[in-house]
């Protein structure tokens, strides 16, 4: 394949560590993510700055953690950045390295005050998930005061009171929040695999809606998309049965990992297997944007109040793990990003 688009522009670029999330605040602050998985690993959350230049955020301290360590407050394998409506940063630390095993209920969402750089609430999760969950992505409502997650290891949609502090899992037996069994993921012309089994990970893409009336979801390694009204998430008198009832399927879309609504109703999504991003229009429509040999594996996206969208590529599928120990990344780790088309 030898396609580049002049639409994609780079903002940052790593060679050694593998990124995941992206975040663009209002004032024009970018911030990236580096889970703690195997391969080298320095930083976990950084605010970017010209020349490829980082900083640990906050500090070098949050940066800090060790094995033995308290996990409590420090990251210690963290997933994914987000800046609300508000703009304040979240960032989602599942605090589970190497997706093994959740240390020492360290399982976080930390929300931070830009202005000051100050954090202002850390939400935990001790005794709603299990330690093989992987909260993976994060959308937050300010105008209703609730967080909505995805658990990628488990399967679930875990919805979080900001005002309250309280957090409930949803929808975890639920087969939209699972691996499709019938789908065979073909990565790079061949099955997509760990160890020589098939991957299968579940809930992971998350995408709410600009009114906030619609959450939008899917497994990561299959290419079904679901929806819910957040009424059934957020109202707890809803019996799992009516919750599970209220759910959609809308059918085959992509294989994309993170998803992001822009303010016009559009879902953009990554297509990982063939290097390119769509969209999904407000009528349901799917639509080809940019197809480019950069985008490998395009994790995460984040929109600019002057309307670019922010693209991560974490290059999954050049993983060690998922090519029999062969590492077969090429080009350094990267954001680009792109005006959003009309």
């Known amino acids: 394949m030898s396609t580049r688009n002049n ?8 060679d050694t ?3 995941t999330g992206v975040a663009i605040a209002k004032d024009g602050r970018l911030f990236s993510c580096y889970p703690l998985w195997p391969g080298p690993h320095q930083y976990s959350v950084v605010e970017i700055f010209p020349n490829n230049r980082v900083k640990p955020y906050p500090d070098e301290q949050w940066n800090s953690w060790q094995e033995g360590d308290n996990g409590k407050n ?5 997933q994914a950045v987000y800046v609300d409506a508000e703009n304040y940063l979240w960032v989602v630390d599942p605090a589970c390295p190497n997706m093994e095993q959740v240390y020492d209920t360290s ?10 750089d100050t954090i202002e609430d850390v939400y935990r999760f001790e005794g709603i998930l299990s330690n093989k969950s992987y909260i993976n992505d994060v959308r937050v409502d300010t105008r209703r005061r609730v967080a909505y ?3 990628s ?3 679930g949609i875990v919805v979080v009171n900001l005002e309250t502090g309280t957090s409930r899992q949803v929808l975890h037996h639920h087969p939209s929040v699972k691996h499709d069994p019938s789908f065979t993921l073909i990565v790079d012309g061949k099955e997509f695999k760990k160890q020589g089994q098939p991957v299968h990970l ?3 893409g998350i995408a709410l809606t600009p009114d906030g009336e619609w ?8 290419n079904n998309l679901y929806r819910i009204r957040t009424d059934y998430l957020r109202d707890e008198a809803f019996s799992d049965d009516q919750r599970e009832a209220a759910v959609e399927d809308l059918g085959r879309v992509a294989v994309t990992d993170g998803m992001i609504f822009d303010t016009n109703g559009n879902l953009y999504l990554g297509d990982y297997q063939n290097y390119k991003l769509v969209r999904l229009t407000p009528a349901h429509k799917l639509e080809d944007v940019v197809a480019d040999e950069r985008l490998i594996w395009p994790d995460s996206y984040s929109i600019s109040t002057d309307d670019y969208l922010y693209i991560s590529c974490s290059q999954i599928n050049k993983q060690p793990d998922y090519n029999e120990g062969e590492n077969k990344r090429t080009t350094p780790y990267a954001i680009y990003r792109m005006k959003l088309p009309a």
């Open 202 to 204: 579940q809930s992971d």
């Open 149 to 151: 997650l995805t658990n």
């Open 74 to 78: 420090k990251w210690v394998c963290v």
């Open 215 to 222: 959450l939008y979801y899917k497994p990561l390694t299959d």
């Open 107 to 116: 399982f976080k969402l930390v929300k931070f005050n830009l202005a000051t």
């Open 17 to 19: 560590y593998q990124l």
């Open 153 to 155: 290891n488990e399967g």
């Open 7 to 14: 639409q994609l522009d780079e903002v940052f670029s790593d």
